[in-house]
């Protein structure tokens, strides 16, 4: 096991988006359990479940709820839970995102109002959300660190990403926003923006070989990125480390951002 390159020691934090042992979440949670955090993770429904046992075994996870954001309800009980055990959190990570099929693929010009606000509500609103249950807990502790997940598609014309590029914009602009608010409180808020990587989500996309591919070849420094990368750079970000960053959209991307 390599040594953490960051001190979590005492601080609490709250993983969401395991889906299995390849999302980009579970090399978050072993990066920061690595460090010396106490993890409260969640997932999305019971069938979900069995594929996170792995994670939640080897990580000594002793907290593990489910969270669907489309049903607020669990998530007014995850952080219900969370204050009745620990009155308090360190740090956050949003990592959760879902379109259709459909408006991956489609056209934006034809994306249906339902498409569009499914997609931004998982993917995006939902953060709002999250930092609002989170802040109270960040208050309690001082001050505290959430990030999120975004993907170039936000800036650049990715293809088969389609609504998914409006939502990760949105997503990046709340960064903004949400850091801009919850600043005074000591609370911190980025979004790191990996290259892409095979999980679960970017499997339902088409093509996806084809950019993993790009970004070997392109990027500078010709590598694709792992979860451990992502890991080791929000680890960071959730760190003391990180106690002056916030607002930022930080790529982990082998330099893949900056190429013509
Ligand atoms: N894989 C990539 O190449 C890549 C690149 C950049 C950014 N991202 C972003 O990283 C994040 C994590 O994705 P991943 O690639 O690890 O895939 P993943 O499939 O492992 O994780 C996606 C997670 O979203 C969760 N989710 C979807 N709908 C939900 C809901 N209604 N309630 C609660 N959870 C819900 C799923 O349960 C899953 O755990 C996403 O925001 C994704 O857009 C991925």
Redesign the pocket.
């Known amino acids: 096991m390599a040594a953490p390159i960051v001190n979590l020691e005492g601080k609490i934090g709250l993983i ?5 042992e ?5 090399g978050v949670a072993e990066a920061c359990a690595q460090a010396g955090a106490k993890l409260i993770i ?4 019971e069938k ?1 479940r069995a594929f996170i046992e792995p994670v939640i075994a080897r990580l000594g996870v002793t907290d593990a709820f489910l ?5 607020p309800e ?1 998530m007014d009980a995850v952080f219900a839970e969370i204050d009745a055990r620990y009155g308090k959190l360190d740090f956050a990570l ?5 379109a259709k099929r459909d408006d991956l693929h489609g056209r934006v010009v034809d994306t249906s109002a339902d498409g569009f606000a499914l997609a931004m509500d ?2 995006t609103h ?1 953060f709002v959300r999250l930092a609002k249950k989170v802040e109270p807990l960040m208050i309690k502790a001082g001050g505290g660190s959430l990030v ?5 598609g936000s800036e650049k014309v990715i293809p088969n990403y389609g609504v ?1 590029g409006l939502c ?1 914009a949105a ?1 990046e602009a709340a960064t903004r926003y949400l850091a801009a608010e919850l600043g005074e409180k000591n609370i911190r808020v980025n979004a ?12 339902g996309i088409a093509g ?1 070989d084809g ?1 993993m591919a790009a970004a070997v070849e392109r990027s500078p420094m010709h590598s694709l990125v792992t ?1 451990e990368d992502i890991g080791a750079l929000t680890a960071f970000l959730v760190s003391d480390a990180g106690r002056l960053i916030s607002g930022g959209v930080h790529f982990v991307d082998a330099g893949y951002n900056i190429m013509g």
């Open positions: 969401t988006g395991i889906a299995n390849k999302s980009i979440s579970t969640t997932y999305q429904n979900t969270l669907d954001v489309t049903k669990t949003h990592s959760m995102a879902f998982v993917s939902s999120t997940m975004t993907y170039l998914m990760k997503l790191v923006s990996p290259g892409p990587l095979m999980t679960r989500a970017a499997s996806f950019l979860p």
